[in-house]
């Protein structure tokens, strides 16, 4: 199946256990209700912004300043004999997914227009490498911020893996 829109998965083992696991995203997450204050964490506890339940969550790296392609982490964890099976998915906000579809279809509307009404093949061009390039740039900065975030949450749950990841 061909995707659109980039993500990314991974999928390991940790010893911890389901609960263990969840308790720590608990201490260095920040539950985000944009009604509320925020919640009184030390500022050095908190790595990350979003939800917690049971055995999911879904939440993403806390940042000072607007980021567009910053990856939404979600994730499950599933109860084994000893330890726990972590699965984690990194795709953009539906927000910037929603952008970079409407960016595609505006580019590819232009394309049309200039060869149709107007049978301009430069201006044709140059919309669907500016569609392109628009394209590429989002996958690229989302593959960079993924690495940030994936580095940040091995490191916060104590996981010294090289390169164990699964696309």
């Known amino acids: ?28 997450t920040r539950k985000v209700n944009y009604l509320d204050r925020p ?13 917690l339940e049971k055995t999911c969550f879904r939440i993403s790296k ?23 099976l972590i699965s984690l998915e990194y795709s953009f906000f539906p927000s910037t997914a929603f952008f970079l579809g409407f960016w595609g279809v505006i580019s590819f509307g232009l394309t049309v227009v200039f060869l149709s009404v107007f049978q301009d ?33 091995h490191e916060a749950m104590g996981l010294n893996t090289g390169k164990n990841a699964s696309r």
């Open 1 to 28: 199946m061909v995707r659109l829109v980039p993500t990314y998965s991974e999928t390991f083992v940790s010893t911890l256990d389901s609960r263990q696991v969840v308790k720590k995203l608990d201490r260095i």
């Open 121 to 153: 093949w430069k201006m044709a061009l140059l919309s669907v490498l500016a569609g392109l390039a628009n394209y590429g740039f989002a996958f690229w900065h989302f593959r960079r911020k993924v690495r940030e975030s994936q580095a940040l949450f």
């Open 39 to 51: 919640l009184p964490l030390s500022e050095e506890e908190v790595v990350f912004n979003g939800t």
């Open 62 to 84: 806390k940042i000072n300043k607007a980021d567009s392609f910053l990856p939404l982490i979600k994730g499950e964890v599933y109860p084994l004999s000893k330890g726990c």
